[in-house]
Every structure is written in C-alpha cells, then in structure tokens.
C-alpha cells in the first residue's frame, strides 16, 4: 500500500474539520508502526495524553480536560537505536516551526543528550510529501524564530547534521521545497512509509 493510495482510502472516512484534520496521518502511522514490528525491525508506539473525565449533574461524562501532555508523539526503537517522534500534519504549503510546543521541545532536547539516540520530527504536507526532520535541524529554525524580535532577528545558523550542511529559513515557517531532498521519504512498498530507514544514514558509525 503506498501513502497516496491510503489517503484516498481515507479521504471519504474524515470530514475537513479542525478536529479531524490529522486523524489520516496518525492512522497511517499505525499501519507503518505495526509493519515494521511484523517484520522484527522496530516497535515504536503511540505516547497517550492523559485526561481526567468530566461529568454533568447525573453522573454521565460528558467532556474531558487534559491533566497532563504528552511529551511526544511516539516513543520506541529502531533497532538498536532509540527514537522519539513528533508527528505533525498540514493541509497547507508551509508548517510552523512552534507547532512542536515548549514541552515537547524540551523533552526532544533532554532525549537526545546521548549522540546514540534519534529524535524525529515527521511532518506530512497533505499526506503527499513526508518530511523526516533530525531535531537538530527543527530546534535550529524554531530558535531562530522564537528567541528575537523581528527586526533584531539574526540569521539562523547552519545545521550540519551527519555532514548534511542546511541553513533553515528566515520566517516562522518552513516549505517543502526549504527541506533538504535527503529527508524525504518517498511512500510506497510494505511498509507505505518506511521513514524510520532513515536512521540507518544517521547512526554515528555512518556520519
């Protein structure tokens, strides 16, 4: 199955509703996650958020209030390698660097204190292009924009990422087109998108 088969699979099963907008993507990554476990290669599993119910007057739970975020998306292993993933979607052209929040930043910088683990920000553009964004790289563009006023803002510093050198853009967001090709991962075959592959290119051995 490849992504773009299983977004048309699923386009007629969500509406275009704010709430709904990346149920896709995160059901998609279930299939993907499962795959790779089937085949022995990886076990990655959603991180839940925890909620306390509310109740009306009779008893009945009739809303939930977030008691506590979750740090990040997913949490697992490639291999023999640890992985934290921040999955995030877009219907637009452009994904805002703060879409990863202040509390999952700063589990992603605490993850990744040790060279041998790997932290992902996954990004989808429209369940058509997938993104596999080292943190490093995604730390330096949204420090970039978040740490100057706009007109004091400085350039944002180059990122050399196992020898990959990339400068990220000087807005709040970033395009498709701004990532380096190197960290797209293209859909298709078993695994619908095999992006956890990518790190076999990242381990410290190989750069």
């Known amino acids: 199955m490849t992504a773009e088969?299983?977004?048309?699979?699923?386009?007629?099963?969500?509406d275009r509703?704010?709430?709904?907008?990346?149920?896709?993507?995160?059901?998609?990554?279930?299939?993907?996650?499962?795959?790779?476990?089937?085949?022995?290669?990886?076990?990655v599993h959603k991180v839940p958020?925890?909620?306390?119910?509310?109740?009306?007057?009779?008893?009945?739970?009739?809303?939930v209030k977030v008691e506590r975020k979750s740090c990040v998306d997913y949490l697992g292993r490639y291999g023999p390698t640890a992985v934290a993933v921040e999955a995030k979607h877009t219907e637009d052209a452009r994904i805002r660097w703060d879409r990863v929040e202040d509390h999952q930043a700063d589990f992603m910088d605490d993850f990744c204190i040790q060279p041998q683990v790997v932290g992902i920000v996954l990004v989808s553009f429209g369940l058509r292009?997938?993104?596999?964004v080292p943190w490093a790289a995604w730390k330096a563009g949204r420090q970039a924009w978040s740490t100057a006023a706009p007109r004091t803002?400085?350039?944002?510093?180059?990122?050399?990422?196992?020898?990959?050198?990339?400068?990220?853009?000087?807005?709040?967001?970033?395009?498709?087109?701004?990532?380096?090709?190197?960290?797209?991962?293209r859909p298709g075959g078993g695994l619908a998108?095999?992006?956890l592959d990518i790190i076999d290119r990242w381990r410290p051995e190989n750069g």
């Open 153 to 185: 803002r400085p350039a944002p510093a180059q990122v050399d990422f196992c020898g990959l050198l990339w400068t990220p853009p000087t807005r709040a967001s970033v395009a498709a087109e701004e990532l380096p090709p190197e960290w797209e991962i």
């Open 129 to 132: 292009r997938f993104f596999a």
């Open 17 to 43: 509703s704010r709430a709904n907008r990346g149920k896709p993507f995160e059901d998609l990554l279930l299939f993907v996650h499962e795959s790779y476990q089937q085949r022995g290669r990886a076990v």
């Open 49 to 63: 958020t925890e909620f306390i119910p509310l109740r009306d007057h009779t008893g009945k739970v009739c809303s």
């Open 193 to 195: 998108l095999p992006y």
């Open 5 to 14: 088969e299983y977004r048309a699979a699923t386009a007629r099963r969500y």
